[in-house]
């Protein structure tokens, strides 16, 4: 089957064209094909021929979330030379990409079959993964140590800097993260009863935090320090006893490396919040402790890397990178935190607590990212995210 043009896929014609690119061509007949997505944005095949199998990522005609906006196909390109980025910045942290069609705007990559999504391990299945923050700030610490100027040939940056400029998939969270999460222009956004009136006195009012809101956005958009995933949160990385895996990198670009920390610290409190409302300590601890590792170790990693260019500027500023990135993590944190309760992707964490449980949850999650936000400067060194929550209590 070969066609010029693209058209949407569907379980049977995925099959037939998973066969039509080589995979499994020996085995046509016994060729299964089921959808399995979850997200917004694309169609997922899982193809196998009952031994081997790979996964079909194909970006639909228009976003699942909102056919308001078209939003170019070609993420899938993006994506897919993300997923390669990330591989060669730590080996192995992606799904392998086998092939990627310029025409069909999808791709074939490794089946993580033998994976579960982090949030759904979670907070459906009670695992915790004690190796977890060792495994993602090595991550996190040779990006900034392989994508940023720090370690990398400055040319070769910039080069990069061009190849993921992703405007339409920034402006989604430009306006989700930020806007939206401030100013509910849309009148989309919604909290449980009892905090309305807190919402709209304390955000949707609230000057202060709207500048400082209005600071990180313009972060968001001009500092191209590190080549990031862009989404970073519990439902884009796979875990299993063995390690983890980075996956749903369609929003990665250049921008602030505090962003994706914060996002992952982000659902991590929103991961021991459901656990704090449904009772489950040893789910809390984990939290914490992972919450309170992850910027320690990414310091270290990071900072004192031998591949860092440790030229006259560089070793001055060690410390001045460090702080503005753990800056930019807690006040990203704390807006991550916002908009996935006010606004309408909201953090399954909470929406799938009990009522009485959901409303006190939103509340301690808007008052602790308000908090990040607007004290983000006291988070400037690595141990001030675990007083975090010897200051809140559990
Ligand atoms: P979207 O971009 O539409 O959000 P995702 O990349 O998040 O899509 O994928 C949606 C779901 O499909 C994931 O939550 C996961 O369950 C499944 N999935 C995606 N990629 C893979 C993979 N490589 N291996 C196994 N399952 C996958
Ligand atoms: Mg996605």
Request: with cysteine.
């Amino acid at each position: 089957m070969e066609k010029g043009e693209y058209f949407a896929l569907d379980e049977k014609s995925a099959a037939e064209y998973a066969c039509a690119k080589g995979f499994f061509c020996s085995h046509g007949a016994n060729v299964r094909c089921k959808e399995i997505g979850d997200g917004n944005m694309n169609y997922i095949y899982r193809i196998s021929d009952g031994e081997k199998s790979v996964i079909l990522k194909q970006a639909g005609l228009s976003t699942r979330l909102s056919s308001e906006r078209s939003i170019s196909r070609k993420r899938n390109r993006r994506e897919a030379a993300a997923l390669e980025a990330e591989n060669e910045i730590l080996p192995g942290c992606a799904p392998k990409v086998y092939l990627y069609d310029e025409t069909m705007d999808c791709m074939f990559m490794e089946d993580l079959k033998d994976y579960t999504v982090l949030r759904k391990a979670l907070i459906e299945e009670d695992r915790i993964f004690p190796d977890f923050a060792e495994q993602i700030s090595s991550f996190l610490a040779e990006t900034w140590v392989r994508t940023s100027d720090v370690g990398k040939d400055h040319i070769q940056k910039k080069y990069q800097v061009k190849r993921f400029t992703n405007p339409e998939l920034c402006e989604i969270s430009e306006r989700l993260v930020f806007d939206e999460a401030m100013f509910n222009l849309s009148g989309k956004n919604s909290v449980e009863p009892e905090n309305e009136l807190f919402v709209k006195t304390n955000i949707y009012q609230n000057e202060t935090l709207h500048q400082e809101a209005g600071k990180l956005k313009y972060r968001y958009m001009t500092e191209a320090q590190a080549l990031l995933h862009g989404d970073l949160h519990t439902g884009s990385i796979f875990v299993n006893e063995l390690g983890m895996k980075i996956f749903d990198s369609e929003f990665a670009f250049y921008g602030p490396m505090g962003y994706d920390i914060g996002n992952l610290i982000a659902h991590l409190l929103l991961a021991r919040e459901n656990a704090r409302q449904n009772q489950k300590p040893a789910g809390v601890i984990w939290a914490e402790n992972t919450v309170s590792k992850i910027p320690e170790l990414f310091v270290v990693k990071g900072m004192d890397h031998e591949q860092v260019q440790k030229d006259a500027f560089e070793k001055i500023l060690n410390k001045w990178y460090y702080m503005g990135i753990l800056e930019d993590t807690a006040g990203y944190a704390g807006l991550e935190l916002i908009r996935r309760v006010v606004g309408s992707a909201k953090a399954e964490d909470i929406v799938s607590l009990g009522q009485g449980k959901r409303a006190e949850a939103e509340r301690r999650i808007l008052e602790m990212g308000i908090d990040l936000v607007l004290n983000r400067n006291k988070f400037r060194e690595p141990g001030a995210f675990k007083n975090m929550f010897v200051r809140s209590g559990s």
